[in-house]
């Protein structure tokens, strides 16, 4: 997923790091976006589960960008695209 698409799933996309991890555990997620440029202490918890229940991870290269795609004007580390 690139910018570009989460831009244009704006309305099913869900923002950060605790509301990703919840959603994944409800299965509500089809795929994850993380950004690469964010802590890997807090991106591992997403990249685990996501493997875990078999989620498609894809990796962008900045917080800033991922979170003016998502549509806010703070840094996100992750954003995930509801089914």
């Known amino acids: 997923m690139s910018y570009e698409k989460v831009t244009k799933a704006r309305s099913r996309i869900i923002i950060g790091t605790k509301q990703t991890l919840k959603a994944m555990r409800n299965s509500e997620i089809s795929e994850v976006v993380i950004a690469d440029d964010a802590d890997r202490q807090i991106t591992q918890k997403v990249v685990s589960l996501a ?26 580390t992750t954003a995930a695209l509801r089914k």
């Open 51 to 76: 493997i875990e229940l078999g989620i498609p991870c894809q990796h962008v290269d900045s917080m800033k960008k991922l979170g003016a795609a998502c549509g806010i004007k703070v840094g996100a």
